[in-house]
């Protein structure tokens, strides 16, 4: 494992690092054209500026005559595809590279996430993680709630679960779809109707690949909304609505508020009670509808065999755990704090915050980053002045 920058560690080895399968990999390509090698790296140590070429030996891309390729070409609406002399009978033509587009079309029933991510294999592989979902706006007696499908359209449903992990090779594109979670009806359907399409239910996803799925962004944030009312089940208590959670709201500037700003989801390394070894997290805080103090905190992980886990930690009520935005009016009332913050204050320069919340063991802690930008230019990075760093037991 690469834990460092130092020549000492480990070095992750990487045997093909080229991605011709990703996510902006949204043209066509020709590979292995006549004459010509791919561009593939400057040689750094060359006493003279040479690059390194390379051409593309994966089982991806077609090799047409030239009729196919005047049909290819009319479909791309790219006439070079036809008519270059350097695409020849011999050259390789890449299509549908972006993997999202490229899983939609294999199965296009499943919803599929917007973030994949990719991980390297034991052999040295880039391999692209795709979660997909099975949904449904007509299960029974489910709770119903609205999702953005893009950026000008909504989706009403009542049903969302992820059952399908999708596997793509960057080098050749090679897709494999496997059902991670045998109880969802929806998902077992679609492995009866397309028994081809799906790995055998006995057929395990690799575990180089599987131990290290983090835990889906998407999924989650809607799981933690449904739960600021639901994660109380009693039926009095759901019909009286009076232990309701709000997501934990944050001050991201200089300037205080009463209402802050939700904290958004963020990956964190916890190390949960009961558990060995730290792991990857996703972690959203909570508070009491109306109250500020810390009520609970929801982790979305996934353990050694790549089973996701999604876990509610509650305190009591009359615990009294401080919630982001009572921490971030201590520390505005510290005279040692509030004098190095002050530094920062300058015309023209734009202070923000951000806060986290690491649970390790039975302590939290709080970190608090604060970074400067020039209001002037919007496109460069924040920069990083401070870190506070607080504990509660």
Known sequence: MQKGFEDTNDVVSITQPRIYFGMETNDTVVTNSKDKKEFDYPILDSTYAENAENSYDGKAGLSLNFIDRIILAIKERDLKLA????????SKILTNRNIIKRAQTVMPYLMYDEEPYLVITEEGKLVWVL?????????PYSQKTTIRETSTSKLELNYIRNSVKVLIDSYDGTISFYITDRTDPIAMAYFNIYPDLFADLEEKIPADISEHFIYPTYLYNIQADII???HNIQPDVLYRSNDI???????TGKVMTKTGTDIMPYYTMTKLVNEENPKLGLVLPYT????QNLIAYLVGSYDNSGNSQLTIYKY???SNILGPMQLDTQIGQDEIVTKELETL???????????TIVPINNMLLYVESIYTQYINEQDALPTLKKVIVASRK
């Open 83 to 90: 008519f270059s002399g350097n695409v020849t009978s011999e």
């Open 131 to 139: 979660d997909a979902y099975t949904i449904s706006n007509d299960y």
């Open 228 to 230: 600021t009312r639901y």
């Open 245 to 251: 959670w709000e997501i934990a709201t944050y001050n």
């Open 288 to 291: 009491p509808q109306g109250r």
């Open 316 to 318: 009591q009520a009359d």
């Open 345 to 355: 204050n300058v015309n023209g320069i734009k202070v923000t915050k951000n806060m």
